[in-house]
């Protein structure tokens, strides 16, 4: 059974940075796609970020030139880098895993709040 254990989430002002952290276990296997969602309260989850097995990425376009995704193979995680944080990037934050092996799986989300 695979597990997802995020981290990294938290208050921080306007303009300052956090860093995500989503570690798998329970597999030794390589995800494909890893990816970074957020939802805020009566909206729809919302992608964020992609990366792939080949370390191609992908961005909405409200994030782009501010956030960053990265994996680490070696401990099956995956990380969001976001600076330049503006109060409309509030959300809980998931990361959400594929594998053509073992399936999908939701992290159980981060907070982020950000505000003065």
């Known amino acids: 059974q695979v597990q997802l254990v995020e981290s990294g989430g938290g208050l921080v002002q306007p303009g300052g940075s956090l860093r995500l952290s989503c570690a798998a276990s329970?597999?030794?296997?390589?995800?494909?796609?890893m990816q970074w969602y957020r939802q805020t309260p009566g909206k729809q989850r919302e992608l964020v970020a992609t990366?792939?097995?080949?370390?191609?990425?992908s961005y909405a376009d409200s994030v782009k030139g501010r956030f960053t995704i990265s994996r680490d193979n070696t401990k099956n995680t995956v990380y969001l880098q976001m600076n330049s944080l503006k109060p409309e990037d509030a959300a809980v934050y998931f990361c959400?895993?594929?594998?053509?092996?073992?399936?999908?799986?939701w992290g159980q989300g981060t907070q982020v709040t950000v505000s003065s």
């Open positions: 959400y895993v594929v594998s053509d092996t073992l399936g999908a799986y």
């Open positions: 990366i792939r097995s080949g370390g191609s990425t």
């Open positions: 329970g597999s030794t296997f390589r995800f494909n796609t």
